[in-house]
């Protein structure tokens, strides 16, 4: 069974730097598109960045410039490292990837358990 696991998030002022990293465990054949999303209190997920096994990368406006996504294939690992972060990015941070277990079985979408980032002075 495929699982994500979360690392990085906390308490963080205005201005400030978080570094969030999210590996895949269990039995994976291979890891396409990787990504990040966020939810804050009252509103919806949206996605704030995403890389491709090619390692294309998209990102929101809110956060071009700011964030960075970046991904480890040897490790399984995706990580987003958040600069001049902003109280607006306060919120729950979930990782996501489309993995596979073997080569003949169908691709799975796996989220990670969530992580708390908080922006405050």
């Known amino acids: 069974q495929m699982q994500l696991v979360e690392s990085g998030g906390g308490l963080v002022q205005p201005g400030g730097s978080l570094k969030l990293s999210c590996a895949a465990t269990?039995?994976?054949?291979?890891?396409?598109?990787m990504g990040w999303y966020r939810q804050a209190p009252g509103k919806e997920r949206e996605l704030v960045a995403g890389?491709?096994?090619?390692?294309?990368?998209n990102y929101a406006d809110s956060v071009k410039g700011r964030f960075t996504i970046s991904r480890d294939n040897a490790k399984n690992t995706v990580y987003l490292q958040m600069n001049s972060l902003k109280p607006e990015d306060t919120a729950v941070y979930y990782c996501?990837?489309?993995?596979?277990?073997?080569?003949?079985?169908?691709?799975?979408?796996?989220w990670g358990q969530g992580t708390q980032v908080t922006v405050s002075s």
């Open positions: 996501n990837m489309k993995a596979y277990g073997s080569e003949w079985s169908p691709a799975s979408i796996i």
């Open positions: 269990g039995s994976i054949f291979s890891i396409h598109g």
């Open positions: 890389i491709s096994s090619g390692g294309s990368t």
